[in-house]
């Protein structure tokens, strides 16, 4: 069973910074795109950040020059490292990876982990 896991959100004043992070565990053969949706309260979610297997980025434009994501392959976790934190940027992050294992290849979601930005 393959399991996605958030840490590192919190309450930050607008103008500062958070690095979220996601862990894939479980029976893992390999991962495509890595990335970052997230979804504030009233609103769809909304993609932030990709990163490919082989470093290849995107970025939603409100973030850009911002937010960097980055990932390890040895460790498949990917992180997002937010800065200039603005209000609008409050909501719920969920990373997610493209994941192929035992039971062949599907798109894996964390549970979400909250971001709340203080003006």
Known sequence: QVQLVESGGGLVQAGGSLRLSCAASGR??????MGWHRQAPGKQRELVATISRGGDTNYADSVKGRFTISRDNTQNTVSL?????????????????GISGRVGWAKYWGQGTQVTVSS
């Open 28 to 33: 893992i053969w390999s991962i495509d795109d």
């Open 81 to 97: 490292l937010m800065n200039s934190l603005k209000p609008d940027d409050a909501a719920v992050y969920y990373c997610y990876g």
